[in-house]
């Protein structure tokens, strides 16, 4: 084992001063579960400001003042979610250029699932519980196939509407240009027949 | 039964150790993350640039010594057609990694980029564990076979599921590309053909000829 904490575990830098959001994105199918930890050394003279917001700009989830914590929700609605990371200076002075490295962990669907309490409810063996988690990933694998089948379906129909939107807009340009033309080449002829020149 | 216990925890053990980012880099500006990797352990860095102007992005990886000095490994402008998205390399020392996305060259347009890396922690260490028998010692490597074969296959998923985001959004793009660019086309050519009239018009009316 390796001496490092979490393995593939990457930090990001968050500018003090309150000025620089970080800010990652996730899409997330109705009903799932993601929960997930963030940490950050601690620090004297600012806190660290984490929220949660769905697609539709709403708060998921706030925190501040915590260097450390766990999250859970569920997602309400599919879509976009925006998990943002703000510093948030105690003192109206900071130090210029400093950054803290925050390391962030995200986990999804079967991930983020509490087997021991599975396990316990329903008096499972290790072994058992196992099968059960494998069996989970299974149907959580289905699932993610048939939503990779319907998305393939929404572009598909996305695609042919802009295919025949491209040949109507080509047909109404060319509908445009000749009855535009037409109607010039008709004033020009009323003007100067009234100005008595033909 | 010990042995299909094994499996199944080798096979949870490694759906666990995928971690993503989707984020957006600004135009003129970069994003860097850093990573702490031990000496030798075989590292996959896989990334897409899901959206904005030609899905071109500057990735670059650097082992940070002693500072100021940096030792980059590859720095490279990343194209959309040219290039697989994918970075596998050893880890020459332990230390902290940087990887940067840069945006630097781009004025207008920002870009939503997302990465994963994925690292082989030598969990499977050498010889055979427990396994003493012929007979274990072929399930040991059936499981383990097996393990890495899902880990590919958690790979592929998600590299499934970069691509099928980034082609949406070309897409949804495209079409409303389609639809403003008919309005506009009508536009002009309704103003342009009022004005040929109105300076026909006065062309005429200014010089007298009647």
Redesign the interface.
Same mark, same amino acid.
Request: glycine share 2%; proline share 3%; charged share 20%.
């Given at each position: 084992?390796? %001496?490092?904490?979490d393995?593939?575990?990457?930090?990001?830098?968050v500018p003090a001063g309150g000025g620089v959001e970080?800010?990652?994105?996730?899409?997330y199918t109705r009903d799932s579960v993601v929960i997930g930890s963030f940490k950050a050394p601690p620090s004297a003279d600012s806190s660290l400001q984490f929220k949660i917001m769905d697609s539709r700009a709403n708060h998921v989830w706030s925190m501040n003042e915590k260097d450390e914590s766990d999250f859970r929700f569920t997602a309400d609605m599919s879509g976009n979610y925006i998990f943002c990371f703000t510093d948030s200076p105690k003192l109206s002075i900071t130090r210029e250029g400093s950054s803290r490295?925050v390391e962030?962990?995200?986990?999804s669907g079967?991930?983020a699932k509490d087997y021991t309490e599975v396990a316990t409810q329903e008096h499972l063996a290790?072994?058992e519980l196992?099968?059960v988690?494998?069996s989970e990933?299974a149907d959580e694998?289905n699932q993610?196939f048939k939503y990779?089948r319907s998305?393939?379906n %929404?572009?598909q129909r996305?695609?042919s509407?802009?295919h025949s939107? %491209?040949l109507?807009?080509s047909l /109404?340009?060319l509908g445009?240009?000749v009855s /535009?033309?037409a109607?010039?080449v008709y004033?020009?002829k009323r003007?100067f027949m009234a100005?008595? /020149?033909i | 039964?010990v042995r299909?216990?094994a499996v199944? *925890?080798l *096979?949870?053990a490694v759906?666990?150790?995928?971690?993503a980012?989707?984020?957006?880099v600004e135009p003129k500006s970069q994003?860097?993350?850093?990573?702490?990797?031990?000496k030798d352990?075989n590292t996959v860095i896989d990334y897409h640039v899901l959206r904005g102007g030609l899905l071109d992005i500057r990735f670059e990886v650097a082992l940070e010594q002693q500072y100021p000095d940096v030792k980059l490994l590859i720095e490279t402008l990343h194209f959309e057609d040219q290039h697989s998205g994918r970075y596998e390399f050893v880890a020459p020392e332990t230390g902290t990694y940087r990887?940067c996305f840069d945006n630097r060259m781009s004025r207008f347009t920002a870009k939503?980029v997302e990465f994963s890396?994925?690292?082989n922690?030598?969990r499977w260490g050498t010889g055979g564990g427990h396994a003493k028998s012929e007979h274990f010692k072929n399930m040991d490597q059936q499981a383990r076979q097996l393990s890495d074969a899902v880990d590919d296959f958690t790979r592929h998923?998600h590299y499934?599921?970069a691509r099928?985001?980034k082609?949406?959004n070309m897409?949804?793009e495209?079409?409303s590309r *389609?639809?403003i660019?008919?309005i506009v086309?009508?536009t002009v050519?309704?103003a342009v053909?009022l004005f040929?009239?109105y300076t026909?018009?006065r062309f005429?009316e200014i010089r007298k000829?009647?």
């Open positions: 084992m390796t %001496a490092f904490r393995p593939a575990l990457p930090c990001f830098p970080k800010c990652f994105r996730e899409e490295l962030f962990k995200l986990n079967v991930e290790p072994l196992e099968m988690k494998l990933l694998i993610d990779f998305r393939e %929404a572009m996305t695609s509407s802009t939107r %491209a109507w807009s /109404l340009s445009v240009l /535009l033309g109607a010039q004033y020009l003007f100005k008595k /020149l | 039964m299909i216990f199944a *925890v *096979v949870l759906l666990a150790n995928v971690s980012y989707t984020f957006q994003e860097c993350f850093y990573e702490s990797i031990g352990i990887i939503v890396i994925s690292v922690d030598g998923q499934l599921r099928e985001i082609h949406r897409i949804e495209t079409n *389609v639809v660019w008919s086309e009508s050519l309704f053909s040929q009239i026909l018009r005429f000829v009647v």
